[in-house]
């Protein structure tokens, strides 16, 4: 099991995995666009789906656990150790 925090912006003219941000917190988190309105969990479930394609996982492994009513949230996601180091901000979006 793996987690990864997302920061999502729903509303976007196009679906997609963006670039790693730090805030003043010093928190590392990947930043996601996605078309989908923030209502009813449909922003939720279409960053599960535009996530899981980016690290090439199925969609029903990758889960929003914490955050559904915020634009920071906490993904859990279910795939293989070499994931890792992709979800650690080690790898570009």
Known sequence: MHR????????ASADRVETW?????????LKVRVRAVPEGGKANAAVEKVVAKWLGV??????????AKNRLKGLEIDGPPDLAAKLAGDAEP
């Open 58 to 67: 199925p969609k029903s492994a990758v889960r929003v656990v914490t955050g």
């Open 4 to 11: 990864l925090t997302v920061r999502v912006q729903p509303n």
């Open 21 to 29: 941000e730090t805030d003043a917190a010093g928190r590392t988190y």
